[in-house]
C-alpha cells in the first residue's frame, strides 16, 4: 500500500470517526431538549425583541414586551429543565474540546483541554435567569435588558453547537445565522456572565 493510500484511509477513518462523535453528541442534546420547550421559546423571543423594538405605537409596544416577560419566565422553567436532564449524564460523555478543530476522542484523551458542558448549561440558566426583566420595568431599561437576553441566548446557541460540533462551526454559524460574531456576544451579555463564562472554558475567547 502507497503512502497516499495509507493517508486516505487514515484520513477517512478519522473524520467517520469524528462524525459518529458528534453524531452522538447532537443526539444527546436532543434527548433532553425534546421534552422542552426551549426551542421554540428561544425563537419566539429572538424574532419578538426585534418587532418589539421596531414597533411605534407605545401601547402595543408595551403589550410586546409584557408578552415577552411572560415567555422569559417560561423559558427560565423550560430551559432549567434541560439543564437537569442534561446533568444527569456522565462527565466522559460532556467534555468540550477547547481547541477550534476537535480530533476524534481528543477531549477524553486530554481532559485537561476541555470544559463540562453540564457547567456551561447551568452557567447559562443563571444567566438567563438574571437577565430577565422585572414587570415593572419599561422604556429604554426595557430595550437594554432584550439586547442583553438576546446576547445571552446567543451565547447559549454558540455553547450547544460549540458541543455538537466544534468552537470554529459554532462562531461560523452565529455569524451566518445572526450575523454576529462570536466576541461580539461575549462582549454584550452580562459582566458576570463573561467572567465565569471564560473562566470555564479556561479564557478561550
Partial sequence: MSGLSLMLMIGIGVFWLQTSEQRRRVGLLAKHLAPTQVEKILGTLIDGYLQALE????QRQQHAWEVLTRQEQQLVEQFQRFVDGFAKESAEDTRVSTLPL???FFDRLFPAYTFDMRKALALHAEAIRAACAPPEVQGDARRDLAFTMTAELLL???????????????SVRLLTRHKTQYEQVLESVQPGTRRAYLKL???VA
Fill in 55 to 58: 414597533e411605534k405605537d407605545p
Fill in 102 to 104: 476537535s480530533l476524534p
Fill in 156 to 170: 447559549m446557541q454558540h455553547t450547544c453547537h460549540w458541543f455538537g460540533k466544534t468552537r470554529t462551526i459554532a
Fill in 201 to 203: 472554558i479556561g479564557s
